[in-house]
């Protein structure tokens, strides 16, 4: 079975800004909070800790956040590497 890179890429390319999004908010609202803890002001920024789970308000992703936030990455990393390794063979050949 063969993929067609530039589908592959174009997949990418569109998942990307989307997938990126979530798992930079959860990365800043991680370290943000992780520094907070550290010089004793977590209580005032504990609000962060929601965010960081997927709780949006009314909106409560905690259940599925996580999985999402792995299959954004798993998706980005598998494409990305997939299309890295086509070029790098195609360059060979």
Do not use: C, D
Request: overall charge positive.
């Amino acid at each position: 079975m063969t993929i067609n890179p530039v589908g592959l890429r174009r997949l990418h390319k569109a998942l990307a800004p989307i997938l990126v999004l979530p798992l930079l908010l959860t990365v800043i609202t991680g370290t943000v909070y992780q520094f907070a803890h550290l010089n004793g002001k977590a209580k005032s920024v504990g609000w962060l800790m929601s965010l960081h789970r997927g709780k949006f308000g009314p909106l409560n992703l905690e259940i599925i956040y996580p999985f999402l936030n792995a299959l954004g990455l798993l998706t980005m990393a598998i494409t990305g590497i997939w299309l890295w390794w086509w070029q790098r063979s195609a360059r060979r050949s």
